[in-house]
């Protein structure tokens, strides 16, 4: 028997979800700042400029330094590149370029910028440093060789000094970055989608992005998982508390769930345009609301969790 899954959708921040830690996550296809609870809500959306105009083709990983709380992200153009991202002007600001893929970065507690590559690099799953300054990079250990996925990032544990690998799919590394080896520590990671998106460590646990944000312990015990409506590569705590929460009042999605077709609903001076994706960030369906109340077949689409956008508001939708 198929899940039934009731309509969520993404409501005001109350002043209580205003005070829970939220998070600053980038997106892998556009120049924005998404900013989620702990529940992978989206409550803020940004657009992000470079400084000097430099192309923005998505993101590739984000970093912040504990000596300084520089915040640090790689860019996807061509070549890719390293900037620093001032949170409070929704800025980025070129470093330099970087030699290769680079597709997760971390610090280590000393201010020590770590950089590993993905599958489809020159040197791929190579684990370098990165110069701040220059975006040199300075191999500290080749780490193919063992079972894994598309797609690659790292997070550093402050607490046994260890650097932790998403190797794609539903496994789990740890590195010591003095010698560079690593060891498996599962296999088996649940909700693990095909590849490893962003790894952020809090102090206690990690906060795991594949295809679901969840909380992950070193073991690799997950709990909270939520799906993302997005392909999001590099997450942070957010700083920045007095942000101005998408209003997700406007546009209502039904039935839900459904399995021949939907009415979006949406006030006056809504956006009209709407996008349906699956829970990779695919396109499945978009086009143009010719009025208030307008109907779409999704008879098409296989049973599973999609989300619908209209403007800024995500709803998710199940297809049963």
């Known amino acids: 028997m198929k899940n039934i899954f009731t309509l969520i959708t993404l409501s005001l921040l109350s002043i209580s979800t205003a005070q829970a830690q939220l998070y600053n996550v980038l997106s892998a296809n556009e120049d924005s700042l998404f900013v989620l609870d702990a529940s992978a809500n989206i409550v803020q959306k940004i657009g992000i400029t470079e400084t000097n105009s430099n192309p923005i083709q998505g993101y590739n990983g984000m970093a912040?330094?504990?000596?300084?709380?520089t915040i640090y992200v790689v860019v996807k153009s061509t070549p890719r590149y390293l900037a620093t991202f001032n949170e409070a002007a929704n800025t980025?600001?070129?470093?330099?370029?970087?030699?290769?893929?680079?597709?997760?970065?971390?610090?280590?507690?000393?201010?020590?910028?770590?950089?590993?590559?993905?599958?489809g690099a020159t040197s791929p799953s190579t684990l370098y440093t990165v110069n701040t300054t220059t975006g040199q990079l300075i191999q500290v250990a080749d780490l193919s060789g063992v079972p894994g996925d598309?797609?690659?990032t790292i997070g550093f544990n402050s607490t046994d000094n260890l650097m932790y690998r998403l190797a794609g799919g539903q496994y789990l590394y740890k590195?010591?970055?003095?010698?560079?080896t690593q060891t498996l520590v599962t296999d088996t990671l649940q909700n693990a989608g095909i590849?490893?998106?962003?790894?952020?460590?809090?102090?206690?646990?990690?906060?795991s992005m594949t295809n679901y944000m969840c909380t992950m312990t070193s073991a690799g015990v997950q709990t909270n998982c939520n799906?993302?409506?997005?392909d999001f590569k590099?997450?942070?705590?957010?700083?920045?508390?007095g942000i101005t929460p998408i209003d997700h009042t406007t546009v209502q999605v039904y039935p839900n769930p459904t399995s021949t077709q939907i009415t979006i609903e949406r006030t006056e001076g809504s956006s009209e345009l709407y996008v349906i994706t699956d829970h990779s960030g695919k396109t499945l369906k978009q086009g143009t609301l010719g009025s208030l109340k307008?109907?779409?077949?999704?008879?098409?689409l296989s049973s599973g969790m999609y989300f619908v956008t209209v403007g800024n508001g995500i709803t998710k939708l199940m297809i049963d």
């Open 175 to 180: 590195i010591n970055p003095l010698n560079g």
């Open 234 to 241: 590099g997450i942070v705590e957010r700083t920045i508390v």
């Open 92 to 119: 980025i600001t070129k470093v330099a370029d970087l030699s290769d893929k680079v597709s997760g970065i971390a610090f280590n507690t000393q201010g020590i910028l770590y950089g590993i590559t993905g599958d």
């Open 195 to 207: 590849s490893g998106h962003a790894l952020y460590f809090n102090g206690t646990n990690f906060i």
């Open 150 to 152: 598309d797609g690659e």
């Open 64 to 69: 912040k330094n504990p000596s300084n709380s």
């Open 227 to 230: 799906v993302l409506p997005e």
């Open 294 to 300: 307008t109907s779409i077949d999704v008879s098409d």
